[in-house]
């Protein structure tokens, strides 16, 4: 039986550390038998065919700004069931200027107040979910992230806002999502935001959500062909 194949792209802002990062992700997914190709340039979205031919896509690029053929490559990949998955530096904080890029992921990033080193509670909410079954609630130190999120989307986790200060403060608490999955076509979509830099996604927690979310992308595609409409689990 031939290995899934998974294809990590890394780059854009150096403030996410992308190359570390790729290389944990890199290392997760050699773990799991994933045969893994790792680029440090957004060439690698320009062969369409060869994007449909993949498992897994996994973006590690903050910022920047992708091209139209290169954005419907990795697009039409996805629709046809190839997996997307990655963490804030590097997929919902990426080309900022692509709304169908967002609209594909399911969310942007929009402010951290506070910056890095608040201290924050992950409430795991969907635990009847296999990318969530035995992980229970748990505290980070790092940036927390305010996002603009598809009210389509399936949310794993959240984080309760406000906790530092800002001109959010005074509208009533809320439940930010932090890791959800969504499709786009046939494909599976997981966006974790936890990942400012390649410290927090080598959290243990945090890189067992990864991993599952990884896997279940990645095994779309499969269902998606048997036809079993790729229900979530």
């Not at 994007?51 to 990795?74: E, F, H, S, Y």
């Not at 951290?112 to 505290?139: A, Q």
């Not at 309760?160 to 959010?168: C, D, L, M, N």
């Not at 494909?187 to 410290?199: C, E, I, K, T």
Request: charged residues 20%; aromatic residues 10%; glycine residues 12%.
């Amino acid at each position: 039986m031939s290995k899934p194949k998974a294809l990590i792209v890394w780059g854009g802002w150096d403030g996410h550390q992308p190359k570390e990062v790729a290389g944990i992700f890199e290392a997760v997914l050699a773990g799991e038998g994933f045969e893994v190709e790792v680029s440090d340039t957004l060439e690698a979205f320009e062969d369409g065919e060869k994007l449909k031919a993949l498992d897994l896509i996994v973006p590690v690029w903050t910022m920047g700004k992708i091209t139209g053929d290169q954005l419907k490559n990795v697009s039409a990949a996805v629709q046809s069931g190839v997996g997307l998955a990655g963490c804030h530096g590097g997929m919902c904080d990426s080309f900022r200027e692509s709304v169908e890029w967002q609209f594909m992921t399911g969310g942007q990033w929009v402010s951290h107040p506070g910056n890095d080193g608040v201290e924050y509670v992950v409430n795991v909410t969907n635990t009847s979910s296999l990318l969530t079954d035995g992980i229970d609630d748990f505290t980070v130190s790092s940036e927390q992230y305010y996002m603009h999120v598809d009210p389509a989307v399936e949310v794993l986790a959240t984080t309760r806002f406000p906790v530092a200060e800002g001109p959010h403060a005074l509208n009533k608490a809320v439940d930010m999502p932090v890791a959800w999955t969504k499709r786009w076509g046939v494909g599976r979509v997981y966006y974790n935001s936890l990942g400012h830099q390649a410290n927090i996604v080598d959290i243990p927690v945090v890189k067992e959500m990864m991993r599952r979310g990884f896997n279940w992308c990645a095994e779309g595609k499969a269902a998606a062909a048997g036809r079993d409409g790729g229900k979530h689990e």
